[in-house]
């Protein structure tokens, strides 16, 4: 294996002249750094990535952690994570918890012994306070992503309320009044808010939320099928059925939409429908969905940017960063 020694000889200079080419670290003249570059590849020199961050103490990689980097939202936010990291020249280790908090215990030691500068973390349904501490005692920089605590720590999410009482109000506005709430597994923080956003509006409205009508504790899309059937059996009279659903979340959607089909329900013409973060390619389907967009690439972006922010001034204030949502409008809700 070639040395730093070997290029520095064929090149015909010191290797503090090779090492300063390299790192870029102090000028040298065009002409000697086109010999140090020729010679690097001459002799395939390959420099001990791992020996250097040791001694800088940065690796240039930071670690992401999500709870379904398949659902449309994750992903998009693992995009603007990705997109963040590689402008600043920075390589994402990215791991998925699958909502399994030993999952997610075990990613996130993995991301520590290799030695990555930072950590994102969105959470997993029941992740435990002991986490957080353990990445403390490691003395990494960290940023929750999406599902916010009452912790002082960097967050980046949304506006979760505010989108919730504009769909509500949308909906009273058409005349909906007994409206089904689907809000799946409630110790996800997101999902609370909704749920929270959606009972305070629906009390601004003047109407009572029927306990009958709060889908709550679902966690696959199957679960939340057989939820929502029951609700509409146990629904039958037309006084005590809802006339519009308000989804979560796209998995929730799904299970959701499949138990109106399955019931005989056509969107909108028996019931109204909406959710939040939707589908891809969500303008072919028909009818088409009022969705709660997050600006979830932009979510990714900033937590890059707060990680970067407390990596370069770990004394910096706390940030928790609350972005809003865009609501589509759509025929589903009509």
Known sequence: MATIVDVASLAGVS????????????????ETKERVISAVKATGYRRDVLA????????????????????????????????AAAQLGL?????????????????????L??????????????????????????????????????????QVGVNNQSAMAAL?????????????????????????????GFRAAMLRRGLEVPAGLLCEGTVTAAETFDRVQAVLRA???????????????????AGALRALQHAGLRVPGNMAFATFDG??????????????????FRLGESAVSLLMRRLEDPSAPTRILRLDSEIEFRSSTD
């Not at 390589?91 to 991301?111: F, G, H, K, Q, T």
């Not at 930072?118 to 999406?146: H, Q, T, W």
């Not at 390619?281 to 709660?292: A, E």
Request: hydrophobic share 40%; aromatic share 2%.
């Open 168 to 196: 509500v109000e949308h909906l009273t506005d058409r005349g909906h009044e007994r409206i089904m709430l689907v809000s799946g597994d409630l110790r996800v923080s997101s999902l609370r808010e909704r749920h929270d």
């Open 91 to 111: 390589s994402l280790l990215l791991a998925n918890s699958a909502e399994d908090p030993a999952r997610e215990r075990a990613a996130v030691e993995a991301l």
């Open 235 to 253: 629904s039958t009279d037309s006084d005590e059925r809802p006339t519009a659903v308000l989804a979560c979340s796209t998995l929730l959607a």
């Open 15 to 30: 290797t503090s002249t090779v090492s300063h080419v390299l790192n870029d670290t102090r000028h040298v003249e065009p």
């Open 52 to 83: 250097r961050s040791m001694r800088r103490a940065r690796t240039d990689s930071i670690g992401l952690v999500v709870s379904d980097a398949g659902e449309p939202a994750f992903a998009d936010m693992v995009h603007g994570v990705e997109e």
């Open 279 to 296: 589908f891809t390619y969500s303008d072919l389907f028909q009818p088409q969905i009022t969705t709660v967009r997050q600006p979830a």
């Open 113 to 154: 012994d290799r030695r990555v500068d930072g950590l994102i973390l969105a959470r997993a349904a029941g992740s435990s306070p002991a986490l957080l501490e353990r990445i403390r005692e490691e003395k990494k920089p960290l940023v929750l992503l999406d599902r916010l605590a009452d912790l002082d720590v960097d």
